[in-house]
């Protein structure tokens, strides 16, 4: 009999190790294991959003194919919220804009294959005068999850003296909440790397932002690329660096004032910026208008083999690792004659294999300037850091073709001013 029951008693702790072991499962895959990939209202709409708008982007985002490369979230950016609370202190959608409420608009949301993210700040009010968080993190982290949202983005206006000083202190209060709300909710830091996120946000948040706002302008892209450069050792699974929006096809105005000059990327730079967000492993959030735009900006957003890059599961940030200028100049300005102006980024993926960005970066405001132009650019194995010996298999990424096998280096011939040559580095075993 007490053989008997041994042998149940070891039956029984076996189902529930394996019981344990199931309702586990996937426990240490990180919300966020790859970067975010979605749209959002701000850069093209600011506060002239309604729930009609939002639907008619979610059935673009599907029409278009770029729910099938993996774009999922529908981000609400300022204004989707009242002026003030109602009487239980909860937060409201505006009813004349969203006269069905949040919670209508996930359901719609989810019943299309997306998921619905939303916009608050963590002071008192939003940027744009709407109804804050502050004081009210755990209530309105109940609210999210109550609505089913998915991503929440926290912005960092109307900030009290104390929350200027010690951002840190408020997110985390907020990061909290939210992961006692019962649902899981991407968490999105937007204090525009005042205080230097990158050190403190990647243990409360899944990504920060790490400068003030993007504007369709390449000036501005490259400001933004820079700040980036030695930031790449904070990035990696389940948080990320923000870089901000994808500015591919989104017409706008300097600094985002409606006054300002309208400005907008030429193609050659959205694929330069594309690709370069992409190698810094950054969230991939379209800010353009899903509803009107051409082929060539579908097409650039809607490349597999560049998203790839991107999602890879080993989730390293990419970096500059060579750096090459001529010339004299000054700020990038060529101040006589003929300049040069190059980088070389790399990015580690998965299986050994290597994404590489040969990049003219040419003068800082214009592609036409007559003292940039083509340019030859070299990685060498170097670059790697891998011995001449390896022998890779190089592929265009862009033009989707197989370049050959090269086994020392590479030299992409005649690159245009603000281009660049995407290339995917594939070892190949030799017998």
Same mark, same amino acid.
């Given at each position: 009999?007490?053989?008997?029951?041994?042998?149940?008693?070891?039956?029984?702790?076996?189902?529930?190790i394996l019981i344990i072991t199931?309702?586990?499962?996937? *426990?240490?895959?990180?919300?966020?294991?790859?970067?975010?990939?979605?749209?959002? *209202?701000?850069?093209?709409?600011?506060?002239?959003?309604?729930?009609?708008?939002?639907?008619?982007?979610?059935?673009?985002?599907?029409?278009?194919?770029?729910?099938?490369?993996?774009?999922?979230?529908?981000?609400?950016?300022?204004?989707?919220?009242?002026?003030?609370?109602?009487?239980?202190?909860?937060?409201?959608?505006?009813?004349?804009?969203?006269?069905?409420?949040?919670?209508?608009?996930?359901?719609?949301?989810?019943?299309?294959?997306?998921?619905?993210?939303?916009?608050?700040?963590?002071?008192?009010?939003?940027?744009?005068?709407?109804?804050?968080?502050?004081?009210?993190?755990?209530?309105?982290?109940?609210?999210?999850?109550?609505?089913?949202?998915?991503?929440?983005?926290?912005?960092?206006?109307?900030?009290?003296?104390?929350?200027?000083?010690?951002?840190?202190?408020?997110?985390?209060?907020?990061?909290?909440?939210?992961?006692?709300?019962?649902?899981?909710?991407?968490?999105?830091?937007?204090?525009?790397?005042?205080?230097?996120?990158?050190?403190?946000?990647?243990?409360? *948040?899944?990504?920060?932002?790490?400068?003030?706002?993007?504007?369709?302008?390449?000036?501005?892209?490259?400001?933004?690329?820079?700040?980036?450069?030695?930031?790449?050792?904070?990035?990696?699974?389940?948080?990320?660096?923000?870089?901000?929006?994808?500015?591919?096809?989104?017409?706008?105005?300097?600094?985002?004032?409606?006054?300002?000059?309208?400005?907008?990327?030429?193609?050659?730079?959205?694929?330069?910026?594309?690709?370069?967000?992409?190698?810094?492993?950054?969230?991939?959030?379209?800010?353009?208008?899903?509803?009107?735009?051409?082929?060539?900006?579908?097409?650039?957003?809607?490349?597999?083999?560049?998203?790839?890059?991107?999602?890879?599961?080993?989730?390293?940030?990419?970096?500059?690792?060579?750096?090459?200028?001529?010339?004299?100049?000054?700020?990038?300005?060529?101040?006589?004659?003929?300049?040069?102006?190059?980088?070389i980024w790399t990015k580690e993926?998965?299986?050994?294999?290597?994404?590489?960005?040969?990049?003219?970066?040419?003068?800082?405001?214009?592609?036409?300037? *007559?003292?940039?132009?083509?340019?030859?650019?070299?990685?060498?194995?170097?670059?790697?850091?891998?011995?001449?010996?390896?022998?890779?298999?190089?592929?265009?990424?862009?033009?989707?073709?197989?370049?050959?096998?090269?086994?020392?280096?590479?030299?992409?011939?005649?690159?245009?001013?603000?281009?660049?040559?995407?290339?995917?580095?594939?070892?190949?075993?030799?017998?």
């Amino acid at each position: 009999k007490q053989a008997v029951m041994n042998n149940a008693i070891s039956v029984l702790l076996l189902l529930v190790i394996l019981i344990i072991t199931i309702a586990t499962s996937g *426990s240490n895959v990180p919300l966020g294991a790859t970067p975010p990939m979605g749209w959002n *209202s701000w850069n093209q709409f600011q506060c002239n959003i309604t729930e009609e708008l939002i639907l008619e982007i979610a059935d673009h985002m599907i029409l278009s194919g770029l729910r099938d490369v993996g774009y999922e979230y529908i981000n609400l950016d300022d204004c989707w919220q009242g002026n003030q609370r109602n009487s239980d202190g909860d937060l409201i959608a505006d009813p004349n804009t969203f006269p069905h409420g949040i919670k209508w608009l996930a359901n719609q949301i989810h019943s299309k294959g997306l998921k619905l993210g939303l916009y608050s700040d963590i002071g008192y009010k939003t940027c744009q005068g709407r109804a804050g968080s502050y004081n009210h993190f755990e209530q309105d982290s109940k609210r999210l999850a109550y609505w089913e949202v998915d991503f929440i983005k926290m912005d960092f206006c109307s900030t009290t003296l104390d929350e200027k000083l010690n951002p840190k202190t408020y997110y985390t209060q907020m990061s909290k909440a939210l992961n006692a709300s019962g649902r899981d909710i991407f968490f999105s830091i937007c204090e525009w790397g005042w205080e230097s996120p990158e050190t403190w946000a990647p243990e409360i *948040s899944n990504m920060w932002r790490i400068s003030q706002d993007i504007y369709p302008q390449w000036q501005r892209i490259m400001e933004i690329l820079d700040y980036s450069k030695p930031l790449y050792k904070y990035a990696g699974p389940g948080h990320w660096n923000d870089p901000d929006m994808i500015e591919v096809g989104v017409k706008g105005n300097i600094f985002n004032i409606p006054w300002m000059p309208e400005t907008e990327l030429t193609k050659r730079e959205s694929e330069s910026h594309f690709s370069l967000w992409c190698m810094l492993s950054s969230p991939l959030i379209l800010g353009n208008d899903l509803r009107n735009i051409p082929t060539w900006v579908n097409d650039i957003i809607a490349n597999h083999e560049i998203i790839e890059v991107n999602q890879d599961s080993l989730g390293k940030q990419g970096r500059m690792v060579e750096s090459i200028t001529k010339g004299i100049s000054l700020s990038g300005y060529c101040l006589i004659g003929k300049c040069t102006n190059i980088e070389i980024w790399t990015k580690e993926l998965e299986n050994g294999e290597y994404a590489v960005v040969l990049f003219n970066r040419g003068d800082p405001t214009t592609e036409t300037s *007559s003292s940039f132009t083509k340019e030859n650019i070299t990685i060498t194995w170097k670059n790697l850091s891998k011995p001449a010996a390896i022998a890779f298999q190089i592929k265009d990424i862009w033009e989707h073709e197989v370049l050959g096998i090269y086994t020392s280096n590479f030299t992409a011939v005649d690159v245009e001013p603000h281009a660049v040559r995407m290339l995917r580095f594939i070892p190949v075993l030799r017998k």
